[in-house]
């Protein structure tokens, strides 16, 4: 398969639930801890390599990187924390994710002033034009305006330019940028969570982020809500884009069980689509078994029935 968001599709329709697709998928993988388990799957091997025409699938499987996301996503197994929903888990993670990234960063950032200080005690006064100096301090008010809306930092002051003084300024702008790398993509990704989540348009409600909370239910009334009271589509969303975007690892080959549960029509039309944008930026190659037809139906080149595969094969 071609990198940089390969997709394929496992389909049967709902009339033929209880065949092939129930028996390997639902029976012999959602009820599996990990995706090891899957490489180890028979029927697996049996059925899939069959229809991608491959001999030895698995043996390429287990020479790559691969993650399974399975379709109970939004109520516990029974291996799991009962004191957790897995929409809370989801939340915690996010918010030791930002706990961490955000103490990485002052620690750095101390590194970074320290030496600021005897950059600018050691060096010439060195002329930098206003226009250098007006174009990077743009770059890092952008880059520090996503900081300050997931609460990562405080908001900074840029200095005017000052012909005499833009040695100083240069150095100073050049400092904020490295500050901003310790983030890493964290900014980015938190950018498409947010955009994907805010998309959806939830009823009466919106979401913020932050490392004290994770992530925040707000009404329309600036109530904040427990996030055990969002809908059963709402918290399949926000948990299948969380893992997606900070859990599964870039160059991943996935598979991905029923992502349209409990999804309303419309959000089935755009599963395709939010997979695709990250897909794009994590090299993702993903394989989605589904009985939707609306998933389908914006794929349907890339789609395999297996229904009626297994009816050819018998």
């Known amino acids: 398969m071609e990198s940089k968001g390969t997709f394929l599709f496992l389909f049967i329709s709902k009339a033929h639930r209880k065949s092939i697709y129930e028996w390997f998928l639902n029976d012999k993988v959602n009820n599996r801890n990990s995706e090891k ?7 697996f091997n049996e059925n899939v390599a069959k229809s991608l025409k491959q001999d030895g699938f698995l043996m390429q499987l287990e020479g790559i990187k691969s993650g399974f996301i399975k379709a109970n996503r939004i109520y ?11 929409i809370q888990r989801v939340k915690n993670n996010l918010k030791k994710l930002l706990e961490s990234a955000n103490k990485e960063y002052l620690e750095q950032s101390q590194r970074i002033e320290k030496r600021f200080i005897q950059e600018i005690l050691s060096c010439d006064n060195i002329h930098i034009s206003e226009d250098e100096c007006g174009e990077i301090a743009e770059n890092v008010s952008r880059r520090y ?26 150095a100073y702008l050049k400092s904020l940028n490295e500050k901003i790398d310790q983030f890493g993509t964290l900014p980015e990704k938190l950018k498409l969570f947010e955009k994907l989540i805010k998309e959806k348009r939830f009823a009466n409600k919106s979401i913020s982020f932050s490392p004290q909370h994770g992530f925040l239910i ?14 059963s589509g709402e918290q399949n969303e926000i948990i299948l884009l969380y893992r997606l975007i900070f859990e599964i690892a870039d160059n991943t080959t996935l598979l991905i069980d029923e992502p349209e549960n409990s999804l309303h029509l419309v959000w089935q039309r755009e599963v395709l689509n939010d997979i695709k944008q990250i897909a794009k930026i994590k090299n993702l190659q993903v394989i989605i078994a589904t009985h939707s037809s609306s998933i389908v139906s914006m794929g349907e080149e890339n789609t395999i029935d297996l229904y009626y595969l297994q009816k050819e094969q018998l």
């Open 37 to 43: 388990d899957l490489l180890d799957n028979k029927v």
């Open 145 to 170: 305006n996503d900081l300050i809306r997931f609460r990562l930092t405080d908001k900074i002051v840029i200095p005017e330019y000052v012909e005499s003084k833009s040695f100083i300024l240069y």
């Open 76 to 86: 516990n197994e029974a291996n799991e924390d009962a004191k957790q929903t897995p």
């Open 218 to 231: 707000v009404s329309d009334t600036n109530e904040f809500l427990n996030e055990n009271l969002l809908s």
